[in-house]
């Protein structure tokens, strides 16, 4: 993406029924747009769609595909997505809305890009109490993966103009709410297997949430932080042109495979399909997989990134 000719004419618009209204065509188009909450602004796209979650990445110029939070309207929005235990409602009814987020099991069939979750069979879940961003999930009509508005590896935004001084022509519009009122991102606790975890501290303290849930202890993993990632269980051989005896070829541009990240080359759809792909891959009976090779520019770098960590010795 060169400075010289970004691919967007940033629009930075107050937030009001307008710029909501323009926000949700966006996120419709496939866009991804910056809008406040009540922790950082965030780069919110459709989380149902793997390419505009890809847009996302390409955005933030995001080293690796991390899992990313959903925001969704509701808890009962949330319980068509995740898996909920008693705990995890007690912790949803307490502090929801607001800036607590929930890695959950997610429900099989949930329409939630493969990319968000970057493969794991967790979600990460929150209802945003920011005005702004609860007109554009209502506006919008699907749930929002919205992590926080920065290039990657900058500080994260409280104002619109933090947003516009990393992302100026990345993205096509930074909805203006004034200043965020918490500033730090969200608390992030995991529910499962009987067992309350704190993976992030943030906004809501670890004493407010045993007072609900019982202890929390911590972790560094967490969405944006994630320590643990999705892998194939068979062995990955990347950088190749044709499979072996037994392989299973994840193809891309010209080299086809058994199926392809993107027959066309493109690296956005590449992104979208990866985890996909490889889930694929590793139903079939095929004893390995092999991945084409996928050039080392833009969102290829991130593919690339995750590849070689799953192709790592374990």
Known sequence: MSPRNPPFQTEIRPYGKAAIAEAARLIGAGLPVAVPTE??????ADATSGEAVAR????????????????????AEAERIAEFDDRARDLAAHFWPGPLTLVLPMKAGARIAALVTAGLSTIALRVPAHPAMQALLEAAARPLAAPSANASGRISPTRAEHVAASLDGRIPLIVDGGPTAHGLESTIVAVGDGKVRLLRPGPIASAALGAVAGDATGTIEAPGQ??????PTKTLRLGATEAREDE??????????????????DLIEAAASLFQRLHEAEATDSAAIAVAPVPEQGLGTAINDRLRRAAAPR
Request: no cysteine; proline share 6%.
């Open 39 to 44: 922790t950082v602004y965030g780069l919110a």
């Open 56 to 75: 996302i990445y390409a955005a933030k110029g995001r080293p690796s595909f991390n899992p990313l939070i959903v925001h969704v309207r509701s808890l």
């Open 226 to 231: 994630m320590a643990s990632h999705y892998a």
């Open 248 to 265: 299973w070829l994840i193809g891309f541009g010209d080299v086809p495979g058994d199926s392809s990240l993107s027959a066309r080359g």
